[in-house]
T-cell receptor
């Protein structure tokens, strides 16, 4: 079974631009979560989607948004990029959002650099 | 608010030696606790998790962790470290129920000497 796929793996943008990152979960998984990892702030939860509905959202500005499609693939969008948005963006999938019974599997991440 | 502290930024051990990585958490109720490992250029991999019951939890790759409520700790241990264990280790805490928003520690970088 293929793992979590994130595209692109690397991305360079300039301040003020917008960016869309894509995540394809493991086949059959319907829950997708996004995380941001930076040297300064560490790992932070962005949001979680299950069956096309956002279930939880971390403490990020409205410039960060996401969505999930009917095939469970997910995208996250960052508008008006700032230098501080440079980070590794990780996607994780699981069958359900239940962390008690279910395990999240992480993708390799998308490395975003904002110049 | 929930928080996680990993006091050690770096830990260096010799191959074959035992390992203990520290994790202290702050949370108002019984937490969900996790340990993850991240190898260079990779995403996270779940090592083990604790929700309730037996306070000694066994995980993958020979790791175990012990939940100590009185000390608000969830330390990760391994009796004999292999060179392939060199990686970044993250402890995380999350709430039970629907509003699962995990909080991660800053991570401990494990260096293994041959």
């Amino acid at each position: 079974k293929a793992g979590v796929t994130q595209t692109p793996r690397y991305l360079i943008k300039t301040r003020g631009q917008q960016v869309t990152l894509s995540c394809s979960p493991i086949s059959g998984h319907r829950s997708v979560s996004w995380y941001q990892q930076t040297p300064g702030q560490g790992l932070q939860f962005l949001f979680e989607y299950f069956s096309e509905t956002q279930r939880n959202k971390g403490n990020f500005p409205g410039r960060f948004s996401g969505r999930q499609f009917s095939n469970s693939r997910s995208e996250m969008n960052v508008s008006t990029l700032e230098l501080g948005d440079s980070a590794l963006y990780l996607c994780a999938s699981s069958s359900t959002p239940d962390r008690y019974t279910d395990t999240q599997y992480f993708g390799p991440g998308t490395r975003l650099t904002v110049l | 608010a929930q928080s996680v502290t990993q006091p050690d930024i770096h830990i260096t051990v010799s191959e074959g030696a035992s390992l203990e990585l520290r994790c202290n958490y702050s949370y108002g109720a019984t937490p969900y606790l996790f340990w993850y490992v991240q190898s260079p250029g990779q995403g996270l991999q779940l090592l083990l998790k604790y929700f309730s019951g037996d306070t000694l939890v066994q995980g993958i790759k020979g790791f175990e962790a012990e939940f100590k409520r009185s000390q608000s700790s969830f330390n990760l241990r391994k009796p004999s470290v292999h060179w392939s264990d060199a990686a970044e280790y993250f402890c995380a805490v999350g709430a039970a129920g629907g509003s699962y928003i995990p909080t991660f520690g800053r991570g401990t970088s494990l260096i293994v000497h041959p």
